[in-house]
Antibody, heavy 121, light 110 residues
Framework: QVQLVESGGGVVQPGRSLRLSCAASGFTFSSYGMHWVRQAPGKGLEWVTV????????YYADSVRGRFTISRDNSKNTLYLQMNSLRAEDTAVFYCAKDYYDSSGHGFDCWGQGTLVTVSS | QSALTQPASVSGSPGQSITISCTGTSSDVGGNNYVSWYQQHPGKAPQLMIY???NRPSGVSHRFSGSKSGNTASLTISGLQPEDEADYYC??????????FGTGTKVTVL
């Protein structure tokens, strides 16, 4: 079955960096766009970034543009999120999610369990 | 990229129907037919309930339906059941190839 497993979360000081990973299985990873979505404690969902199936297109939320970088390794069925210059307001559970169809816009039909990132001194 | 506007809470008795609204702009909800809805139970990952405004993925109950008029999309839950108690979020694709979520609605089954 389709499965996404995030890893790499933890406690990090403000201004430092962290890299999240998302291991995919059960589907043809190289055919689908992939996203990162985050949820601050007790708050709503916030879309963070998307990468196209082949990595040629990437888009970011204004709140992370210039600090976060999404990438993927289709040979390893793995999605990444490099987070630099972290701020307290980046504290959240980060989910990776898969495009429902092999084209943009149709929603996210599979989500990981999430990994918690806490930015604190 | 302002969040789409949803009511903070909606409630109903078992068997009743409720509707959750999701208001955006012509750059997102009103500009395409790529609105989706998600159900999230406490401590769990979100689940896709509706995509492309009104389509249900396989396995989602027919009690869930979606629609859109202008800049406002809506999710209706018919025959409300206790297990429908959860948070619900809308989402829209935008004219800048990004995505935006709604503020979220807590559904309570009385």
């Amino acid at each position: 079955q389709v499965q996404l497993v995030e890893s790499g979360g933890g406690v990090v000081q403000p201004g430092r960096s962290l890299r999240l990973s998302c291991a995919a299985s059960g589907f043809t990873f190289s055919s689908y766009g992939m996203h990162w979505v985050r949820q601050a404690p007790g708050k709503g969902l916030e879309w963070v970034t998307v990468i196209s199936f082949d990595g040629s297109n990437r888009y970011y939320a204004d709140s992370v543009r210039g600090r976060f970088t999404i990438s993927r390794d289709n040979s390893k069925n793995t999605l990444y999120l490099q987070m630099n210059s972290l701020r307290a307001e980046d504290t959240a559970v980060f989910y990776c999610a898969k495009d429902y169809y092999d084209s943009s816009g149709h929603g996210f039909d599979c989500w990981g369990q999430g990994t918690l990132v806490t930015v604190s001194s | 990229q302002s969040a789409l506007t949803q009511p903070a809470s909606v409630s109903g008795s078992p068997g009743q129907s409720i509707t959750i609204s999701c208001t955006g702009t012509s750059s997102d909800v009103g500009g395409n037919n790529y609105v989706s809805w998600y159900q999230q139970h406490p401590g769990k990952a979100p689940q896709l309930m509706i995509y492309d405004v009104s389509n249900r993925p396989s396995g989602v109950s027919h009690r869930f339906s979606g629609s859109k008029s202008g800049n406002t999309a809506s999710l209706t839950i018919s025959g409300l059941q206790p297990e429908d108690e959860a948070d619900y979020y809308c989402s829209s694709y935008t004219s800048s190839s990004a995505y935006v979520f709604g503020t979220g609605t807590k559904v309570t089954v009385l």
